[in-house]
């Protein structure tokens, strides 16, 4: 294993007592907020909105999207959200969502792949993919990769992916990536998430070698009480059992309400320090205010970020061939 040792990217350390106040003014960007119907999705999109960003809530179900903005609409007089139906398990989706934005928008500043899944037994997204690798990973590559050139119309545009530390205890196995073998759901979660971290890191280096003005960076919200692992039965076909009920305790137990927990990656997305490369979570691991936090060491291996890239693009059909040539200066 090859590992990236490249430190020129860091972010410095996060200012103590970071609040959502310290965003700056953000009313001439433009943001997508992916899974952002509810919990820190939800806290993220109004975040940016408050500030006044125009933000596209992304989400699957249309209705309880439309909700939400019309949440966001009534605690943030005046603010420009609007409510747009994504399924990250489907890339006909992913396609039809990208194909809108770049027919109404002229470019993006702020792409937050902030949506996913976890838990249940088993199951295959629309294009054939292992559940939690096609909806956490497979889905955001795809989005982020059609939304390239929306992106790099903006100097300075962000895209921010969302983590978890659980991914930290995870690998990833390229001989059965799709758990054909074997299915464990800690371990399918883990490495979707491990996979976030790499193309994190991926997308930021190759930014940066190609010359354009694009960050890519990093974040997890720590322990979120969310209703991740709530009501799935109709999902699932069952309850919750073992590895998911413990996590739901932790849930309980340790979590911090979803508006602290989206702090640190609303300080990625918007504050002016965050910087291209850089891993941002809570400053207790668990539970805290936002912090710069190491990535584990898998996440580090540039051999395993590369052909997952390789992979990621054959499994999609979606190529950064933007990012393939050095990216001429406006």
Do not use: C
Not at 254 to 270: F, H
Request: glycine share 10%; charged share 20%; hydrophobic share 45%.
């Amino acid at each position: 294993m090859i590992q990236d040792n490249d430190t020129a990217a860091s972010s410095p350390v996060v200012r103590p007592g970071w609040t959502a106040a310290d965003i700056p003014d953000l009313s001439a960007r433009t943001a997508v907020v992916t899974g952002a119907s509810s919990g820190t999705g939800y806290e993220i999109a109004l975040g940016l909105a408050a500030r006044g960003a125009h933000v596209v809530l992304a989400s699957r179900d249309q209705g309880r999207t439309a909700d939400a903005a019309d949440r966001i609409r009534a605690r943030a007089p005046g603010s420009r959200v609007e409510a747009q139906v994504l399924d990250l398990a489907s890339l006909d989706s992913v396609r039809r969502f990208a194909g809108l934005l770049a027919d109404r928008q002229a470019g993006l500043d702020i792409l937050v792949n902030n949506a996913g899944i976890a838990g249940g037994p088993r199951r295959l997204t629309a294009d054939g993919f292992e559940g939690h690798l096609g909806t956490n990973h497979l889905g955001h590559f795809a989005l982020t990769g059609l939304l390239l050139p929306a992106l790099l119309a903006r100097p300075g545009a962000r895209v921010v992916t969302m983590s978890t530390g659980l991914a930290a205890q995870a690998k990833i196995d390229f001989d059965d990536l799709h758990s054909e073998r074997r299915y464990r759901m800690t371990a399918a979660y883990g490495q979707s998430k491990l996979a976030g971290l790499l193309f994190a890191r991926e997308l930021d280096r190759r930014a940066r070698a190609a010359g354009a003005r694009l960050a890519s960076l990093a974040t997890h919200p720590g322990v979120a009480r969310t209703g991740l692992l709530t009501g799935k039965r109709a999902d699932w076909g069952r309850s919750r059992r073992g590895a998911e009920t413990a996590v739901r305790l932790v849930q309980l137990v340790a979590a911090q309400p979803a508006s602290r927990a989206a702090l640190p990656a609303l300080y990625q997305a918007a504050d002016p320090a965050a910087r291209g490369g850089s891993y941002v979570g809570t400053r207790g691991h668990l539970r805290g205010e936002p912090a710069v936090t190491p990535f584990p060491p898998a996440a580090l291996a540039a051999d395993t970020a590369a052909r997952l890239w390789q992979v990621s693009e054959r499994l999609t059909g979606v190529s950064y061939g933007a990012l393939s040539q050095p990216v001429a200066r406006l």
